[in-house]
């Protein structure tokens, strides 16, 4: 087939040459998988794999003289250092029985690209490429690439059935590339869904991250809510949500996806806008006018955000800062107040919290929005007025420390450090000027 779209220029010569070396002996190799396809949107590649007829052995006899690394050589990966580069070479393969709908119970080695295509989850991915030879797409990919369609290979119910996890990675793509799910996709992955029980968290939580960053998050998340409540239960809880309330137009779902899309794609503020009203219902109350209230909602929303991404095997920082972000997601930072959320968050978490009042604050109603953003806007210049004139906002920017307090002769022990929070406190409600004599002497007051 005609090598649309992909040119020798954009390849990596370092893939290209494993895939010389390989024909040399007489050994088929291509291109394949996600390299292929952000090769035919234009994109340049994250990482390359090399799909070919060697069996692992052979592979690593061929590259005797690279840098090898041999940890997935059961499945028949073995990743060649080429120049620094590390490049996944995999044997052609067809994956044995399912037996659990999430791993094959064990790999067949074939000798021939497109049975190895076959087994590949969406047409998309299952392309391969090859510098002199071209394209060899036998489930029409690249046409499905040219619809923007997500698609997949073979009948869709038998292959989530395979592997739940095809549910969550096609939700993936149709996020990150913006394209459509094929309608016979679409109703098998929400007939399927409890297929993701069974699947490891961990690569729920990596395929979700992804997705959660992608353009088209809002549509995913609002069509396929059903296939997020599976390990989130809370989602259901606030899809239709009435807030009953005239600062939101929309249902708590529909607002909390809206500032999901409206954040900038970071993991970090993605995930602390999915979880930041799931709290809501449980904090419902309403006033004698039926207006709506959810008091303490931030508190439930961080301790579910804690529980989901705990059991999601989220790693320890990201934990943190989602919870600390969602925690404080609805505090007022007023003129008077932020030199103290300074001091308690510090700059880099104070700016993230930033971020997120504007995503939140552009998802209420227009009115309430804009006077909610140019508040934010002047905070933020705020913000950057104290850090430009180094104002005094923690302990290591205060003129005095523990040892003048001890040559001042106060004793060595826990009051010291509560005189010092005391005289920061001071200094930054503007009570003491941040100079070492006034604040020894507001710390020692004379008899
Ligand atoms: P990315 O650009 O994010 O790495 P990718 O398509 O390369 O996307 P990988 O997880 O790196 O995704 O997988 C590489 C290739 O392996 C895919 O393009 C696809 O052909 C195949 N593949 C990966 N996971 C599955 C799966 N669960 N079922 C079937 N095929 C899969
Ligand atoms: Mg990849």
Redesign the pocket.
Known sequence: MKPSGISSNNIEPRASEIITKLNIPGFDAYL????V??LLLGKT???W?VATSALPEEVVSVFSDNHIIETGIKHGTVTIVSNGLPIEVTTFRVDGNYEDGRRPANVIFVRNIREDLA????TI??IAYHPDKGLIDPFGGVTDLNTKTVHAVGDANTRLN??G??IL?ALRFASTLSFEIDSSLASSIHHNKKLLQNISVERIATEMT?LLCGDNVSKILIEYSDIFSVFIPEISDIIGFDQRSPYHLFDAWTHTVLTVAAAPTDPILRLTMLFHDLGKPACFTQDDDEMGHFYGHEDKSAEIANRRLRELRFDNETIDAVCELVRWHDVGLTEKNLIKWLNRLGEPRLRQLFEIKLADAKSHSAENATEKLSELWDREMQLNDILEKEVCFSLKDLSLNGDDLLAAGIPEGAEIGFILQRLLDAVMDGRLPNEKQALLRAAIPAE
């Open positions: 394949v998988g996600g390299c396809r952000d590649p994250k990482d794999d087994r590949r989850d969406f991915n299952a395979e592997d996890l095809r990675r992804k």
